[in-house]
């Protein structure tokens, strides 16, 4: 880890964990204390009802920072919990996973693996794999954000 204005940064590798969930009370609470509970801090946190998703399950999509043996330990232990229907342990930048975020159009100018998409005349909204998307928002450059990061995994067809 190294040291910043703001705190220890963790240098460890960013990693998805893709969970397919029972629609249920108490299932993400279930799946957030695996990670309270090794130490692990949530970077992001996305779940959607199954009505919401085209497959019908609902699904979580965590991104966090674990060296490969915490990320393994935390998918063994994950995939034991009775509301977890499925779990795959996903690199950041597996090109099935989307990040995405709101920007302000006057700082629509992003670096390369990064597109942006004019929405209106002052906003855009700008897309890449996480470990692109975490590399320019942390940067000098970053554009001025108008909502929140959200993850998306591209379905198989």
């Known amino acids: 880890m190294s040291e910043e204005a703001n705190g220890p940064v963790d240098e460890s590798p960013l990693n998805v964990l893709a969970i397919g969930l029972l629609d249920r009370p108490g299932a993400a609470h279930g799946v957030a204390e695996v990670f309270s509970g090794r130490g692990l801090q949530m970077e992001a946190f996305h779940g ?35 509301s977890v229907s499925s779990a795959e342990l996903l690199a950041a930048d597996d090109p099935r996973i989307i990040q995405s975020v709101l920007i302000a159009i006057s700082d629509a100018s992003a670096p390369m693996g990064i597109n942006i998409t004019p929405l209106d005349p002052q906003t855009a909204l700008a897309a890449g794999s996480p470990t692109a998307m975490q590399t320019w928002l942390a940067s000098s450059v970053a554009p001025r954000r108008l909502g929140a990061l959200r993850l998306d995994l591209l379905l198989k067809h």
């Open 48 to 82: 959607t009802a199954g009505s919401l998703n085209p497959d019908g399950q609902a699904q979580a999509l965590i991104l966090f920072r674990a060296d490969p043996d915490r990320a393994n330990l935390v998918i063994r232990v994950i995939r034991r919990l009775s």
